[in-house]
């Protein structure tokens, strides 16, 4: 799961170190400028690729088109 945290510049340095600290976490910090929408669409964007890597290794089994169709 990926999460998209808005933190204060002052407290970047603070906040990476924190979660640096826990093994199962990798944190990166976005590049200055990037917006919250465009933020969002990026950590969506790479949920969407791992998904995809998992079908592709067999790991998952993809959805029919027409499932995906009928849901929307």
């Given at each position: 799961m990926k999460i998209v945290l808005d933190?204060?510049?002052n407290k970047v340095g603070f906040m990476m170190e924190l979660l640096r600290s826990l093994s199962?976490?990798?944190a990166k910090p976005l590049?200055?400028?990037v917006?919250?929408?465009k933020a969002l669409f990026l950590a969506e964007l790479g949920e969407a690729v791992?998904?995809?890597n998992d079908v592709l290794s067999g790991?998952?089994?993809a959805r029919d088109a027409y499932e995906l169709?009928?849901?929307l």
């Open positions: 933190i204060p510049d199962f976490v990798k590049p200055v400028g917006s919250n929408e791992e998904e995809l790991k998952a089994q169709l009928d849901e």
